[in-house]
């Protein structure tokens, strides 16, 4: 299976120059540059290739994927739920990171939901407990993506949020 490079996948430098550490921030799965990919269902091909294009080694994806502003879950686009769905919502279908451990258990990926509501902004006390989720994990020596719907917004948000300088890289 060909890998599938993340849309919009940006690498991330934040910290002092003595703590320094890199994460990267990307597009949800199947969110391309075609406006029409903003709303469309994915298949499960798609988000197969995006999970071998993330980077490695020893991946965690800290996902803000929530709600769009009418209310859909950021998730109904997937065969898996996440973040504010609960399983009664989508009997017989698994969480992320049941999919993730399920079909890609030889990666080791490890997710941190902290669901978020698109276009809105992220309440501080929630972009402190992000930041804590991409320190631990960084210094856990994973490769942490941070995600969003379309791989700017919210996740610009958290990068700002970080202590110290951040500057983009390229990916």
Same mark, same amino acid.
């Given at each position: 299976?060909?890998? &599938?490079?993340?849309?919009?996948?940006?690498?991330?430098?934040?910290?002092?120059?003595? %703590?320094?550490?890199?994460?990267?921030?990307?597009?949800?799965?199947?969110? /391309?540059?075609?406006?029409?990919?903003? *709303?469309?269902?994915?298949?499960?091909?798609?988000? #197969?290739?995006?999970? &071998?294009?993330?980077?490695?080694? %020893?991946?965690?994806?800290?996902?803000?994927?929530?709600?769009?502003?009418?209310?859909?879950?950021?998730?109904?686009?997937?065969?898996?739920?996440?973040?504010? @769905?609960?399983?009664?919502? #989508?009997?017989?279908?698994?969480?992320?990171?049941?999919? &993730?451990?399920?079909? *890609?258990? @030889?990666?080791?990926?490890?997710?941190? +939901?902290?669901?978020?509501?698109?276009?809105?902004? =992220?309440?501080? +006390?929630?972009?402190?407990? =992000?930041?804590?989720?991409? %320190?631990?994990?960084?210094?856990?020596?994973? /490769?942490?993506?941070?995600?969003?719907?379309?791989?700017? /917004?919210?996740?610009?948000?958290?990068?700002? *949020?970080?202590?110290?300088? %951040?500057?983009?890289? @390229?990916?």
């Amino acid at each position: 299976m060909k890998p &599938l490079k993340p849309f919009k996948l940006r690498r991330w430098q934040t910290g002092a120059p003595t %703590n320094r550490f890199h994460f990267f921030t990307c597009a949800r799965p199947g969110r /391309t540059g075609d406006p029409t990919s903003k *709303h469309a269902q994915v298949s499960e091909d798609i988000v #197969h290739r995006w999970v &071998l294009g993330l980077p490695y080694p %020893n991946t965690a994806i800290v996902s803000l994927l929530g709600r769009k502003p009418d209310g859909l879950s950021e998730f109904s686009f997937y065969s898996f739920y996440g973040g504010f @769905d609960s399983p009664s919502e #989508h009997p017989g279908r698994l969480s992320f990171q049941e999919w &993730l451990d399920r079909w *890609h258990w @030889d990666l080791s990926i490890v997710v941190r +939901q902290h669901p978020t509501q698109d276009f809105e902004p =992220i309440e501080p +006390q929630m972009l402190d407990e =992000i930041a804590a989720d991409i %320190n631990e994990l960084v210094s856990a020596c994973r /490769t942490v993506v941070v995600v969003d719907s379309g791989g700017q /917004t919210r996740t610009r948000m958290v990068c700002a *949020h970080s202590q110290g300088r %951040n500057h983009q890289e @390229d990916a």
